[in-house]
C-alpha cells in the first residue's frame, strides 16, 4: 500500500513547498526602502556640496530689510449704495469699512483721498447686483474689489487689506 502526505493542519499556509514567502517579501521592502532613503541622501549631499543647498548667498549682494511700521487703521464713514436693479425690486447695500495701511504716509493719504475713494467705490458698486455680492464669496469679491480700487487710488502707495465692519444686503 502506498502511503499518503500528511495534511497540514486546520489554519496554516500552503506555499507549495516554497518557505520564507513573507520574510522575502519583508526584506525585498526593507531594501527598496533603505536604497530610496540613501538614494535621497546622497543627491542631497551632491546638492549641498555644489551649493545648491546651502541657505547662503554666494552672489555678494546685500539684504536689506525693511521695517514698515506698525498698521494703521483708517475708518471710512458708513455708506449705503442703491444696486443694480435685477431680481430683487429695490435692493441695497449699506456697510462700513475700515482699511490697513501700513505706516503713517499711507494713512494720511487715504484720508487726504477719502472722498474720491468712496465715489469710485459707489460707481463701482452701482454696476452689481445683489446676486453678486451675496455670501462670503460675495463679500470677498467686494472686498477684492475696493482694495484695487483704493490702490489705483493711492498710488504709488498701497493699503493691506480691507476690513467689512458693517455688511448689510437687502
Known amino acids: 500500500m502506498a502511503v499518503k502526505p500528511a495534511k497540514p493542519p486546520a489554519g496554516a499556509k500552503n506555499d507549495?513547498?516554497?518557505g520564507g514567502g513573507d520574510k522575502k517579501r519583508l526584506i525585498l521592502i526593507a531594501l527598496l526602502f533603505a536604497g530610496l532613503l540613501l538614494g535621497g541622501g546622497g543627491t542631497a549631499g551632491v546638492l549641498y556640496f555644489f551649493g545648491f543647498l546651502s541657505g547662503e548667498d554666494k552672489s555678494g549682494r546685500k539684504?536689506?530689510?525693511v521695517s514698515?511700521?506698525?498698521p494703521v487703521i483708517v475708518d471710512f464713514p458708513e455708506m449705503m449704495v442703491d444696486l443694480k436693479v435685477g431680481t430683487c425690486k429695490s435692493p441695497y447695500?449699506?456697510?462700513r469699512m475700515a482699511v490697513e495701511v501700513t505706516g503713517g504716509g499711507g494713512a494720511t493719504v487715504v484720508n487726504d483721498t477719502q472722498a474720491q475713494i468712496n465715489d469710485a467705490i459707489q460707481q463701482h458698486l452701482r454696476g452689481r447686483e445683489r446676486q453678486e455680492?451675496?455670501?462670503?464669496?460675495g463679500a470677498d469679491r467686494m472686498r477684492n474689489d475696493a482694495r484695487e480700487i483704493i490702490n489705483r487710488l493711492i498710488a504709488p502707495e498701497r493699503i493691506n487689506g480691507v476690513i467689512f465692519k458693517?455688511?448689510?444686503l437687502q
Open 68 to 70: 514698515l511700521g506698525q
Open 133 to 137: 455680492l451675496v455670501g462670503v464669496e
Open 93 to 95: 447695500l449699506r456697510f
Open 63 to 65: 539684504i536689506a530689510v
Open 16 to 18: 507549495g513547498g516554497k
Open 166 to 168: 458693517k455688511f448689510v
